[in-house]
């Protein structure tokens, strides 16, 4: 998957006026969101892209904003990142997305007409045709719709809400829904970031379509856990606060520059023989997560994601690591002194040990 920002695009084309050699986007069928966590629903977006860019003999290809908008708008309120920039690139490139298209969310972005938005897709990066929402909307104010692009001569595709029952029974969309049974709710990115923050792993891969990952760098922290014998790995977030808060059981890969999973990456690093105890998935080892503020060291309002790896020794610092959430003990606890901490944490490992021991 190639990858764009659309402000270098916009002002690669107004250098080719001068002379200047300018990057050309090959003809390509276009779906545009924040496509927040790449769920069931996105997913049967990016399916229909697909499936018509094959057919036109053309590329899909798909347009994301950053920030998103409600962090443009309101950072202190927008609701928590279920994945970075990062995690939603390699994702989108996993379900076949050719070309990315990442539109930087400003002042001068929000103020676009819709007729300049509607020229900068069909002249500036080639869209053919567009697979978009039913609510989607775009422009100053928020004027341009699916209407609007079809009068302006684009091949607009409306996907219809993707509910529980339409991906159960195998369809990528639905009509309208009257019936409030839970399988016809809608699968959103909301409804996936309340049910990770409630602690309902399992409903949210449900709706995912596999496990809720967060991946990044192993970076250094303040080392307290290693005061208290149960040192921990500290993973840069890379998003202004998480989706999820607690104590979860997890497993963890390293992985390489490309994304992939490197075999055993973490064992191998291990010395004096603690290689850890095995995960659920091939390469993996399994942890036990504290995500959130840390209530009881009183370290500020800062979102942390530390993994403890029992019965193992290594010095990991530098890694990139995926981290797959499995089962969710309880939320965050405040324990009054590093002794209560201490005894605190112990039991939570012992607990999330006994659940891996029952695993298949």
């Known amino acids: ?61 798909v347009m994301i904003f950053e920030p998103q908008p409600r962090e443009f708008f309101a950072p202190a309120k927008a609701p928590a990142r279920l994945t970075n920039l990062a995690e939603k690139q390699a994702l989108l490139a996993e379900y ?63 996907l219809h809400t993707v509910t529980d029952s339409s991906t159960d029974h195998g369809s990528t969309s639905s009509n309208d829904i009257d019936s409030t049974s839970n399988d016809d709710v809608r699968i959103s990115s909301t409804r996936v970031r309340d049910l990770l923050l409630a602690g309902d792993i399992h409903t949210a891969n449900r709706l995912l379509g596999r496990d809720y990952a967060i991946t990044g760098l192993i970076v250094r922290g303040d080392q ?7 040192p921990t790995a500290n993973i840069d977030l890379q998003r202004l606060k998480p989706a999820l808060h607690g104590i979860f059981a997890v497993d963890v890969v390293s992985l390489d520059d490309n994304g992939g ?12 023989g603690n290689t850890g105890i095995a995960g659920l998935r091939p390469h993996s080892l399994f942890g036990t997560a504290n995500i959130g503020k840390r209530p009881s060291v009183d ?22 690591v995926e981290v797959r959430f499995l089962h969710f003990l309880h939320g965050e606890r405040r324990y009054d002194g590093l002794e209560a901490l201490k005894n605190g944490i112990n039991q939570d490992v012992a607990d999330l040990l006994e659940w891996r021991n029952h695993q298949t």
């Open 96 to 158: 076949g997305v050719e070309t990315l298209i990442v539109a930087g969310f400003d002042t001068d972005f929000r103020s676009l007409s819709a007729q300049a938005f509607a020229d900068i897709l069909a002249k500036r990066l080639n869209v053919k045709a567009l697979v978009l929402g039913d609510d989607f909307r775009f422009g100053h104010d928020r004027t341009g719709d699916s209407q609007f692009l079809r009068g302006y001569g684009l091949d607009v595709t409306n």
């Open 261 to 272: 999973v490197i075999p055993d990456g973490l064992t191998t690093l291990a010395t004096d």
């Open 1 to 61: 998957m190639k990858t764009y920002f659309l402000e270098q695009l916009i002002a690669s084309s107004s250098a080719a006026s001068t002379g200047d050699s300018s990057v050309e986007l090959p003809p390509c069928v276009l779906s545009i969101g924040n496509f927040d966590g790449v769920h069931l629903g996105h997913q049967a977006m990016l399916a229909q892209t697909r499936d018509i860019a094959s057919t036109k003999n053309l590329t899909a290809a």
């Open 224 to 230: 307290i856990g290693r005061t208290i014998d149960f």
């Open 299 to 320: 370290k500020g309002d800062d979102w942390r994601l530390e993994v403890h790896f029992p019965q193992l020794q290594a010095d990991l610092y530098g890694l990139r």
